[in-house]
Nanobody, 118 residues
Framework: EVQLVESGGGLVQPGGSLRLSCAGS????????MSWVRQAPGKELEWVST???????VYAESVQNRFTISRDDAKNTLYLQLTHVKTEDTAMYYC????????????RGQGTQVTVSS
């Protein structure tokens, strides 16, 4: 059974930083393309970033140069470092396995809430 558990969210001021974590079981992250996605209240799910099985990373334009995705293969844990956060980054953040095309984001956990507010 695949289980992804996100953590690390919280309240952060604009311009601040936060690191999100996603611990996985039943799925070896280094074998797949893993992503972070987010969903703000009343809005659709939004792709944030992907780290491919080979370590290549890509980002949505809205977070480029502010967020960093990484992976610890020994711990089978995915990370998302948020810096220079903006109020529009407020959302529930999920990690997921990206599959197919159009992309599907599978095995999302319960998510971790990020709230950017002064």
């Amino acid at each position: 059974e695949v289980q992804l558990v996100e953590s690390g969210g919280g309240l952060v001021q604009p311009g601040g930083s936060l690191r999100l974590s996603c611990a996985g079981s039943g799925l070896t992250f280094s074998r797949y393309d893993m992503s972070w996605v987010r969903q703000a209240p009343g809005k659709e799910l939004e792709w944030v970033s992907t780290i491919f099985y080979n370590g290549v990373t890509v980002y949505a334009e809205s977070v480029q140069n502010r967020f960093t995705i990484s992976r610890d293969d020994a711990k089978n844990t995915l990370y998302l470092q948020l810096t220079h956060v903006k109020t529009e980054d407020t959302a529930m953040y999920y990690c997921a396995k990206r599959e197919g095309y159009p992309y599907q984001y599978k095995y999302r956990g319960q998510g971790t809430q990020v709230t950017v507010s002064s």
